[in-house]
């Protein structure tokens, strides 16, 4: 409330002081957007922006808009001159408008890419379906980190926010595919819904991928996934920064998730020197140990199977563009049409 009171507030005097200086070129403020018949007393921000939530309509491939989308979008437009314009030309070999280019036109090659299918992802599935042990979940959640496919828990560096003057790495709770752990443990019927067509997401796009009993895993992942959000923190626990501030040295960290060779994934993750982290939910990763160590490496390998092809699903075919697109965009954020 407040924020939308100051944002009101600040626009309100901008159109103010433009009119008293004669709205000379250059304010920056555009007044058809304002409300007359809303008081100033009552609501700065429908006053100064009624007129535009009145009259603009979110486009159909957009769950929101306003002028920082606007921007966005014309940036996104310039680039994509210059890149086409770079895909009609040829380039001398190495150079970076040869690789823009190439990789423009690769991506754009809808035709060849149907007719690759899942065998762009082959190599990263033949690193899943080598899957035979425990032992060898370390290794591979390393090189899912490595590729931004999601894990039961992520790292990210940023300012040590007890020592502002140097930076740390943080680690956080994070595995699951819906927005929230709500989605998972709620029982409204918009979540058992969603649910639903989590599941049946997972099967067809398994399914597109060829791997078996599409079903049986899809059911699997979800109870999986559940569980790592009954462990998780919710909103309101993840934004304590007192609460999310747990230094620990490497030693104890590792203990945490004893149930893996945690030094092996760090290792593999390109933190071998790594001996400080700050674990933002110390009791998810108790509970995650757990996790690891009671769940069937079978269903580890469905885990990861799904989290491959979705990751890469919009680089792929359009029946794995088109799955992907149904789920995240239109059923989860309710857009309506893809992107032109």
Do not use: C
């Amino acid at each position: 409330m407040r924020r939308r009171l100051a944002a009101g507030l600040l626009l309100w005097i901008a159109g103010w002081s433009g009119s008293v200086m004669g709205d000379e070129p250059g304010s920056g403020v555009d007044r058809s957007n304002f409300d007359q018949q809303v008081s100033l007393a009552e609501d700065f921000y429908l006053r100064v922006n009624g007129g535009w939530l009145e009259r603009t309509e979110i486009p159909a491939d957009k769950s929101n808009f306003g002028s920082f989308t606007a921007l966005a979008d014309d940036a996104e437009a310039m680039l994509q001159q210059l890149v086409e314009q770079l895909a009609k030309q040829e380039h001398t070999a190495g150079s970076d408008e040869q690789k823009v280019a190439d990789l423009y036109r690769s991506f754009m090659d809808l035709e060849r890419l149907d007719a690759a299918g899942i065998e762009p992802l082959r190599p990263w599935l033949d690193q899943v379906t080598a899957l035979e042990s425990l032992e060898g979940l370390p290794a591979l959640m390393a090189v899912a980190a490595r590729d931004g496919i999601g894990n039961p828990m992520g790292f990210y560096v940023n300012q040590d926010a007890m020592r502002s003057d140097r930076y740390t790495i943080y680690v956080t709770q994070s595995g699951t595919t819906l927005p929230d752990r709500d989605y998972y443990l709620d029982a409204d019927p918009k979540f058992e819904a969603i649910r639903g067509k989590f599941v049946a997401y997972m099967r067809d796009l398994l399914t597109a991928a060829g791997y078996g009993d599409a079903q049986g895993a899809a059911e699997r992942i979800l109870a999986l996934e559940t569980r790592l959000a009954e462990a998780q923190w919710n909103k309101v626990e993840k934004r304590d920064p007192v609460k999310t501030y747990n230094a620990v040295d490497r030693a104890a960290f590792v203990q945490t998730l004893n149930s893996i060779d945690l030094n092996a994934m760090l290792t593999e993750a390109g933190l071998a020197e790594r001996q400080e982290f700050v674990v933002r939910q110390p009791s998810y990763f108790e509970k995650l140990n757990t996790i690891l160590a009671e769940t069937p490496v079978s269903t580890w390998r469905d885990y990861y199977t799904f989290r491959v092809v979705d990751a890469y699903a919009t680089a792929l075919g359009s029946q794995f563009d088109d799955l992907h697109f149904d789920f995240h965009d239109r059923t989860l954020s309710g857009v309506e049409s893809p992107k032109a």
